[in-house]
């Protein structure tokens, strides 16, 4: 009987595999969307491994995140299918091993040791949570599991206002086991999704954490960029550039515009200045770029080609291809 349920599960995931829309970088396919939550997959050229990346943002500090993603026995309240979580090795406040179990429906309980690696890039506002599969904590095998020995991944945030962060989760991994992957990753390809929808509600309720985070490293860098214009300049410019084609145009645009970068610099970095000042820029970059005039002039007071741009920029990652040049010219063609 369970064998049975499970063949039909995979096939229903089959059916919505086959349903998603193709996007040419990279070879992602977007599976879902919803909730703010995109969420890709691709197969792993050579193998029979599939990859996964999820996106969003979250209404918070990057490093009251951080803190959240430090915080090991909690991870079973935002983590999918995750039963339980602890702590085997510790070298520094970012650079630790783990070890998980992992309880999802259909399919036999799995365990994994993994190594958790931070890195935060404050001259470029991100941070990189790389995460991997490690044998340098020996955890003996219970005959009850599946023990996942290959996986690797990363969390990454990116700063797109003092109380607004990108997050990305990109995974990739063997689910091991007795059954076929088709029928494994039709349970686990949701991981991601179900994942970063979780950590938004935890985040939410982010009092505790961001009371860890006052005082720590990661406030006192961020902070410091946040009202450095200079700073806010290269981490504003670079957002921007990385979703319009001509970068040169752009790049004209943000060097014209001191009084926005002032703005957000006496702002502190406040998300609603970094988005009126956005949305001025990429008005300019409309006007500038569409030799049509009259059309320009036009799409400039359309609030939905805006807040799909606001849009694009808060969501915008590896897996995507589509540009501000992409989404302009659905509107005038």
């Given at each position: 009987?369970?064998?049975?349920?499970i063949t039909v599960i995979a096939l229903l995931f089959c059916g919505l595999l086959l349903a998603g829309n193709v996007n040419a970088?990279?070879?992602?396919?977007?599976?879902?969307?919803?909730?703010?939550?995109?969420?890709?997959?691709?197969?792993?050229?050579?193998?029979?491994?599939?990859?996964?990346?999820?996106?969003?943002?979250?209404?918070?500090?990057?490093?009251?995140?951080?803190?959240?993603?430090?915080?090991?026995?909690?991870?079973?309240?935002?983590?999918?299918?995750?039963?339980?979580?602890?702590?085997?090795?510790?070298?520094?406040?970012?650079?630790?091993?783990?070890?998980?179990?992992?309880?999802?429906?259909?399919?036999?309980?799995?365990?994994?040791?993994?190594?958790?690696?931070?890195?935060?890039?404050?001259?470029?506002?991100?941070?990189?949570?790389?995460?991997?599969?490690?044998?340098?904590?020996?955890?003996?095998?219970?005959?009850?599991?599946?023990?996942?020995?290959?996986?690797?991944?990363?969390?990454?945030?990116?700063?797109?206002?003092?109380?607004?962060?990108?997050?990305?989760?990109?995974?990739?991994?063997?689910?091991?086991?007795?059954?076929?992957?088709?029928?494994?990753?039709?349970?686990?390809?949701?991981?991601?999704?179900?994942?970063?929808?979780?950590?938004?509600?935890?985040?939410?309720?982010?009092?505790?954490?961001?009371?860890?985070?006052?005082?720590?490293?990661?406030?006192?860098?961020?902070?410091?960029?946040?009202?450095?214009?200079?700073?806010?300049?290269?981490?504003?410019?670079?957002?921007?550039?990385?979703?319009?084609?001509?970068?040169?145009?752009?790049?004209?645009?943000?060097?014209?515009?001191?009084?926005?970068?002032?703005?957000?610099?006496?702002s502190g970095g406040a998300y609603t200045t970094v988005e009126k000042t956005a949305t001025d820029a990429f008005l300019k970059y409309?006007?500038?770029?569409?030799?049509?005039?009259?059309?320009?002039?036009?799409?400039?007071?359309?609030?939905?080609?805006?807040?799909?741009?606001?849009?694009?920029?808060?969501?915008?990652?590896?897996?995507?291809?589509?540009?501000?040049?992409?989404?302009?010219?659905?509107?005038?063609?």
């Amino acid at each position: 009987m369970k064998k049975n349920i499970i063949t039909v599960i995979a096939l229903l995931f089959c059916g919505l595999l086959l349903a998603g829309n193709v996007n040419a970088a990279g070879g992602w396919t977007k599976i879902k969307e919803s909730s703010g939550i995109k969420l890709y997959e691709r197969s792993v050229p050579g193998t029979d491994l599939m990859e996964y990346i999820a996106v969003t943002t979250i209404d918070a500090k990057m490093e009251v995140i951080g803190e959240v993603l430090r915080d090991i026995p909690q991870y079973p309240k935002w983590v999918a299918d995750c039963a339980s979580t602890r702590l085997e090795k510790k070298y520094d406040r970012n650079t630790f091993v783990l070890y998980l179990i992992l309880d999802p429906p259909f399919i036999e309980k799995r365990d994994i040791i993994l190594k958790d690696e931070a890195v935060y890039d404050y001259d470029n506002g991100n941070a990189k949570i790389n995460f991997f599969s490690t044998d340098e904590v020996k955890i003996p095998i219970d005959k009850n599991r599946t023990r996942v020995t290959v996986m690797n991944g990363l969390f990454q945030m990116e700063y797109l206002g003092r109380s607004k962060t990108k997050f990305i989760y990109k995974l990739k991994t063997d689910p091991a086991g007795n059954i076929p992957k088709k029928v494994a990753y039709a349970v686990m390809k949701n991981y991601p999704y179900n994942t970063l929808k979780k950590l938004k509600e935890f985040v939410k309720d982010s009092k505790k954490y961001s009371d860890i985070a006052k005082g720590t490293e990661e406030e006192t860098q961020i902070n410091a960029r946040s009202v450095n214009e200079a700073s806010v300049k290269k981490i504003f410019g670079d957002t921007l550039m990385r979703v319009v084609k001509d970068k040169a145009t752009m790049a004209a645009i943000i060097a014209a515009d001191s009084e926005g970068i002032k703005n957000i610099a006496a702002s502190g970095g406040a998300y609603t200045t970094v988005e009126k000042t956005a949305t001025d820029a990429f008005l300019k970059y409309i006007d500038k770029t569409l030799a049509d005039k009259k059309i320009a002039e036009s799409l400039k007071n359309n609030k939905k080609l805006v807040a799909e741009i606001t849009e694009l920029v808060q969501t915008d990652s590896e897996a995507n291809d589509e540009t501000v040049d992409s989404i302009v010219a659905r509107y005038y063609r």
